[in-house]
């Protein structure tokens, strides 16, 4: 079985306690069951004092504290698992976070997630094309799926990333609006089981159809392409919050949309180092999410949520550096952590907007376009 990752995995270590938002805090930390047998059989001091801060059930889990931090969070913000009994005896999240897996035939596949800071800062500041390496590892059961649509997916995907990294024509929210289109084909033969004309269909191809869109999106009034963020931004507002300053910051943000429209090409010339965050943004959801579809047949979703992402987070760097005439790297990974921790890393919110392609406006094809 072989491990593939990007080319920029290796390069994650936990900075600890140099971190701005420890994942120690506001988190409930599930303890795996191997780890908690281990933590079980302790007969020291240490031992009982972890039996005594973990709540066991069906899922165990870590208690929090009443500022809700882990209790073996130190004032230093170290663990004290980590300092007492050694990294090899941390629990499995504890040990992979932020890294996730997805598993096939075969193949094991992973990558550095966005809710971390550290992570967040890496992928942001690619700037070689994006590649992966492969290593060897011991076999790992995988959940069914469709062995064809994985092919065609794989293949797909392989594409995708491929135009994101080396088309120069277009910007990359552009780009992804193109994906967007060549993917909303791509679930059309899937859907009628047209698996031959799937496999013809080249995404340049929709490059003139993208065109051709853009030509129709700009006889629109500005004021309709400006209800269409507004709309998916309220979408987002009455989503699940982790934090609920979450949603009081998005909701503040909703009075520059028009100001966005009006100085959007100003913020590109000032700041051409957005591109590149958008188009190491794109390609990560495109990785982590896009050969899911071999297991639920559905691709559109996936790509829609890319999309909506890429859009969302570009207006939230605008509304930055609108307010304060400047952006940082820093400022730029502080915004997508908090989006990532609060909408990758809530199931409900996941399922909820994967689902809103299929039975809410906001994601119809036609407006995100709009965006």
Known sequence: MKLVVPNYFKEFKCIADKCKDCCCIGWEIDVDETTAKYYKSLKTDFGKELCQNISFGETNHFILDSKERCHFLNEKNLCNVFLEIGENHLCQICAEHPRYYEWFNGIKEGGIGLCCEEACRIILSQTNNFSTEEKNIEFEECDEYDSVIYELLYTSRKNIIDFFNNNSEFSESQKSKIILL????????INSDNFEK????????????FVHSKSNIQKC??????????NLLHFYINLEPLDIKWTEYLRNQIDLVETYYKNISEFEKNNPQIDQYLRNLAIYFI?????????DSDIISKVAFMV????????????????YNSITLNDCILIVKQYSKEIEYSDTNMYEIL???????????ENLLRL
């Open 287 to 295: 990785w982590r999410y896009f050969l899911k579809g071999c297991f």
């Open 221 to 230: 009034t500005n004021l309709e392409n400006q209800t269409s963020l507004k």
């Open 182 to 189: 060549y993917a909303n084909e791509l679930q059309n033969c």
């Open 355 to 365: 689902d809103s392609y299929y039975f809410n406006n906001e994601f119809k094809v």
């Open 308 to 323: 909506a992402s890429i859009h969302i987070i570009k207006f939230l760097f605008f509304c930055k550096w609108y307010k």
């Open 198 to 209: 799937a496999k013809k269909l080249q995404i340049s191809d929709f490059e003139n159809l």
